[in-house]
């Protein structure tokens, strides 16, 4: 069965400097994985989306993601955070033969000026 | 402008009672879904529809109903039989239910009971 986690609830940075939110799945063959942004009280936004081809998905906002078969990781990344990027992010397995997506927990982050 | 629109933004539901939500998308996608969403918690598949007329439950479908009598439309019920409906609803679209189609959501619907 598809399954992912996200290693951390919370992360705080400073304005300017890297983040790195953590995801690491499991499932039973090639997967496709996502990663989604929730401002407060709005729907999820896409920012980018692995389906087999690169194994470094760029996305959108400066976002970007690695996907690494052998730590079963796809960890989300930018090399400055700015205000803007205070939000929830989601990373998403898609399921099996029904193709459901399935959600991690959330990290919720925050940036401080 | 595309996307999905969901309406009203909040609703209150009194015990005893059934509260329909709506989602229309003019993004000419075939499948829908709608998810709940709880704090602390991931996103979870209430029900999903591939192709008009056709749907299929979620992981958490009880008390709860859908339709999709048209390729734009999926309203969710939430009726009296859900005991705990407060809760912020998502509804979601892509073009197909294939696995390298990502979704697209609407803004949701916060219920809360009186």
């Known amino acids: 069965a598809q399954s992912v986690t996200q290693l951390d609830s919370h992360v705080s940075v400073s304005e300017g400097t890297p983040v790195l939110l953590r995801c690491n799945y499991s499932s039973s063959y090639s997967p496709s994985l996502f990663w989604y942004v929730q401002h407060p009280n709005k729907g999820l936004q896409l920012l980018l989306k692995y389906t087999s081809a690169a194994t470094l998905v760029k996305g959108i906002n400066g976002f970007e993601a690695e996907f690494k078969k052998s730590e079963t990781s796809f960890h989300l990344t930018k090399p400055s955070a700015h205000m803007s990027d205070a939000a929830e992010y989601f990373c998403?397995?898609?399921?099996?033969?029904?193709?459901?997506?399935?959600f991690g927990t959330g990290t919720l982050l925050a940036v401080q000026p | 402008d595309g996307g999905i629109t969901q309406s009203p933004k909040y609703l209150f539901r009194k015990e005893g009672q059934n509260v329909t939500l709506s989602c229309e998308q003019n993004?000419?996608?075939?499948?829908m879904y709608w998810y709940r969403q709880d704090p602390g918690q991931g996103l979870r598949l209430i029900y999903y529809s591939q192709i008009v007329n056709d749907f299929q439950k979620g992981d958490i479908a009880e008390g709860y109903s859908v339709s999709r009598e048209k390729k734009e439309s999926f309203p969710l019920t939430v009726t009296s039989a859900q005991k705990n409906p407060t809760a912020f609803y998502l509804c979601a679209s892509s073009v197909t239910s294939s696995s390298n189609q990502p979704q697209h959501f609407g803004d949701g619907t916060r219920l809360s009971i009186l």
């Open positions: 998403v397995v898609v399921g099996g033969a029904t193709n459901k997506l399935i």
């Open positions: 993004l000419n996608h075939d499948a």
